[in-house]
């Protein structure tokens, strides 16, 4: 390590251990930092609103958001018979914004950012507090903060709209409460509340289940660890692979062979984060083929966000050069 990265690494493990021994100060620093983080996530917000689920929550939310919205209850069952995905997340992002719409006349895009930033200051304070407060040595302790409050993830607080904000504050939540259980400081019922609202909030929140598992095998030091454990996977398992069938998968593209028949078009492509998944992308392929069409799949700039990031520096350097 640098001269001045030691010096610096030094100084932060002080601190650290000077906190763990002031708790009141230890809990005012917190606070604080998670207030400031709320006012960075505003100050810095990202311009990138709109892309990939975010589009699809505004999308879904538009006609709802702009119409009869006194009709709350109306509202809140199309989302519970139409959202498969994260019900629980847009459900939030609505309800957010409806309030805010209501107090201080905000728009669609302002009410999710305001929800952004508050997730953000939450998942801030319980990080914090769970890491500075742990009885782990207070160089691991350093290191997770660089390493949790530099990961890519981050982003999600910024504005950035997306339905998975809210699953990674449940997420962190989930660790949190799960530590206070292994050290008997709470109850089994409150990191498994949080692993099932994870659940709602998004279909990945199932990945959590095993682990629930795996905090009661290991606290009562069962003979049966290892049946637990293989039963909660299994069901994990199925219940992954029964949730992404809720949705048939032709649903997904029969709009377009629709569309290109009407207009005829002969060729159809497939993009965006799904098309990372293997069978999703052969099963949709076969099928294309098979009607007739000529498919388009992705070669050297990959899908998702990383390809909208090269299309976005692609567009800046165009405007760039119309613009010298």
Not at 59 to 73: A, H, I, R
Not at 179 to 208: D, K, N, Q, S, T
Request: contains cysteine; aromatic residues 12%.
């Amino acid at each position: 390590m640098p001269a001045v990265g030691r010096v610096f690494h030094n100084r932060a493990i002080r601190a650290i251990e000077l906190l763990r021994r002031r708790r009141r100060l230890t809990a005012f620093l917190i606070a604080a930092a998670s207030v400031l983080a709320m006012f960075a996530f505003s100050g810095f917000q990202s311009s990138t609103l709109l892309l990939g689920d975010g589009q699809l929550i505004m999308n879904e939310m538009e006609p709802k958001f702009l119409g009869d919205t006194t009709s709350v209850s109306s509202a809140l069952r199309l989302i519970a018979r139409t959202e498969r995905i994260a019900p629980g997340a847009t459900t939030t992002y609505y309800l957010s914004t409806l309030a805010l719409k209501s107090a201080f006349g905000a728009d669609l895009a302002a009410g999710t950012r305001v929800l952004n930033y508050l997730l953000g200051g939450l998942f801030v304070l319980g990080t914090l507090a769970l890491i500075i407060r742990s009885s782990i040595p207070a160089w691991t302790a350093l290191w997770l903060i660089i390493l949790v409050f530099t990961s890519g993830a981050m982003q999600l607080f910024f504005g950035y709209v997306e339905n998975y904000t809210p699953l990674f504050v449940l997420c962190a939540a989930y660790v949190v409460m799960a530590i206070r259980y292994l050290h008997g400081r709470c109850r089994m019922w409150a990191p498994v509340c949080l692993a099932a609202a994870a659940v709602l909030f998004h279909i990945e929140g199932i990945l959590l289940l095993p682990s629930c598992a795996f905090l009661i095998a290991l606290r009562r030091n069962s003979e049966r660890q290892g049946f637990v454990l293989s039963i909660i996977i299994a069901i994990t398992v199925i219940a992954t692979v029964a949730a992404s069938t809720l949705t048939p998968l032709r649903s997904f593209f029969m709009p377009a062979l629709s569309s290109a028949e009407s207009y005829g078009l002969t060729k159809i492509g497939l993009t965006g984060g799904v098309a990372y998944n293997y069978f999703f992308s052969k099963a949709i392929k076969k099928y294309v083929i098979h009607k007739g069409f000529e498919f388009l799949e992705h070669d050297i700039i990959p899908p998702g966000d990383a390809g909208i990031s090269t299309g976005q520096l692609i567009g800046g350097l165009f405007n760039y050069l119309e613009n010298t």
